[in-house]
C-alpha cells in the first residue's frame, strides 16, 4: 500500500469588495494562503475561500504580519474614502441651496402675475440652475485638492503593505530552504 501525505488545514473566508478581489488575494497568499475558490455576488462583493497548512513553520509571525496587513489596508481604505467625503458633503449641501434657489424662482414665475415679479423669478431661476452647474465644477475641485493632499499618505501606506507582503513572503521562504 502507498503512504499518503497528510496535510492539515485551516480555513478562512474573507469578503472584500470585487474590485479588491486582486489585491487582496495577493495579500493573503504572502502569508501563506492558497486560494481554494472565489465567488463573485451580484451586489459587487467576492468572497474568497482560503486555505493554509496548519502545521505552518512562522505561523505566529505570519499571522502578526498579516493582521498588520490587514490594519494597513483598512487605512488605505480610509484614507481613499477621505478623498471624497468632504467633497460630497459640500456637493449635497450646496446642491440643495441651488435647488431650493431654483425652485424659488419657479414658484415666484408661476405664483405671481405681475411682471417684475416675473422676471425676478426667471432671474432667480437662471441663477439657481448656474448654481447647480457650478456644483459640479467646484466638487470636482474640491476632490483633486484633497486627493493631491491625501495621496502621499497614500504612496507611504502602499509602501508600508508592500514592506509587510515582502517579509511574510520572506517568512514563507526560509521555511522551504
Not at 49 to 54: A, E, P, T, Y
Not at 76 to 96: H, N, P, T, V
Not at 128 to 156: E, M, R, S, W
Request: contains cysteine; neutral net charge; hydrophobic residues 40%.
Amino acid at each position: 500500500m502507498q503512504d499518503k501525505d497528510f496535510v492539515s488545514y485551516e480555513y478562512k473566508t474573507v469578503t472584500v469588495k470585487a474590485k479588491d478581489q486582486t489585491r487582496a488575494m495577493d495579500v493573503y497568499e504572502a502569508f501563506g494562503w492558497e486560494v481554494a475558490g472565489v465567488s463573485v455576488s451580484p451586489v459587487g462583493t467576492a468572497t474568497l475561500s482560503l486555505k493554509r497548512d496548519r502545521k505552518q513553520p512562522h505561523k505566529q509571525e505570519l499571522n502578526k504580519l498579516q493582521r498588520q496587513a490587514e490594519e494597513t489596508l483598512g487605512a488605505i481604505d480610509g484614507l481613499k474614502r477621505s478623498e471624497r467625503m468632504g467633497a460630497e458633503l459640500f456637493g449635497y449641501l450646496f446642491g440643495i441651496f441651488a435647488a431650493l434657489v431654483f425652485g424659488g424662482g419657479m414658484c415666484l414665475c408661476l405664483l405671481q402675475t405681475a411682471v417684475p415679479a416675473l422676471i425676478g423669478g426667471a432671474v432667480l431661476g437662471a441663477l439657481g440652475l448656474g448654481l447647480c452647474i457650478a456644483n459640479y465644477f467646484i466638487y470636482g475641485k474640491i476632490v483633486a485638492k484633497k486627493t493631491k493632499q491625501v495621496l502621499p499618505a497614500i504612496d507611504q501606506t502602499e509602501e508600508q503593505l508592500a514592506d509587510l507582503l515582502e517579509k511574510g513572503n520572506d517568512l514563507l521562504k526560509t521555511e522551504i530552504l
